[in-house]
């Protein structure tokens, strides 16, 4: 199969979970308390178990790896206060909800579910292990930064919040469990991944359900598009055109703008659902933003 093709694949994959949810939501297997219920188990137990199984893969950078591990991970924590302020003030003209849902849709990315099969394609175990390193300030910020955008309290109360939140959580042990390389039982490695894998469905299935409520007339709204428009080319062509000013490996360097041109992550719409955000503009432009990313993946994967 080639790149291209699986790529496409992998999109569809979402496009029929999230046909699948809003199915559901329609013919009332999903009720309203369904599809709080779902968002509240992905915030509370999946995602915290996808994350610290995240961290138990083999990061074992060794060698000539070494350089360009240590470079990916100063160059994504850069990348991530910029795009704090990069959405900050790219959504001012939108209302209060849009501009928290679109500044951390540019902070963070789908650059898992499909980020990672296409690096790992494009550029085999070098690409995937510049990735394990990328992404770990994007967890950090996506869980920090990033869930602060969803609170309405003051930024003491926040921090306190934060610091018990299940993702905060579960970043601190993963870091932890990766620092010292502590060993898992099978059965408890076991666990962790197996509700780990159910990140993909049971989030798509929520934004399906979120997706049921909205108006279809409104599904490509201005402010969506032109969020669109920031993060899946204006953003990366920025970072682009910044890495190239630096003599880093070309593989590094095409890895990072490639995660940087990810479509909006799933988690967005599920934040949103959770505190009261608009959650159906967060899942129309997970919805639009990976159908537009059809087209401008591949782009950027010629240009590159």
Known sequence: MSLFTQMIHLQLTLFMLII??????????????????????????????N??????????????????????FFISLGIQMFSVFFGKYCFFCCPEHKRKI?????????????????????YGAAGVLYTSF????????????????????????????????PCIVAVALGAVIMAFNIPFPAFLQ??????????????????????????IRRLFDWQVLYYCLLRLAVYP??????????NIDSIL???IVLLSAMPMAGTTAILADKYGCGPEIASQTIFVSTLLSIVTLPVFMIVL
């Open 253 to 255: 360097c095409n890895t």
């Open 134 to 165: 990328f992404q770990i300030p994007v967890r950090l910020t996506m869980w920090s930064s990033g869930l602060a955008l969803f609170t309405d309290v003051d930024r003491t109360e926040a921090y306190k919040k934060l610091a018990k939140h």
């Open 190 to 215: 076991n666990t962790l991944e197996g509700i780990s894998k159910c990140m993909v469905p049971v989030s798509m299935f929520a934004i399906g359900a979120m997706l049921a409520e909205s108006d």
């Open 102 to 122: 679109f500044t951390y849709g540019i902070i963070v990315s789908n650059s898992s579910f499909i980020g990672l099969p296409v690096i790992h394609s494009l």
């Open 20 to 49: 699948i949810g809003l199915t559901l939501k329609k013919t009332g297997i999903i009720t309203q308390e369904g599809q709080k219920c779902l968002s509240d188990i992905t915030v509370n137990v999946i995602l915290p178990c």
């Open 51 to 72: 994350i610290i199984s995240s961290f138990m893969g083999d990061m074992n950078a060794s060698g000539e790896f070494i350089r360009n591990c240590s470079e990916a």
């Open 237 to 246: 062509l920025l970072i682009l055109g910044v890495l190239k000013l630096f």
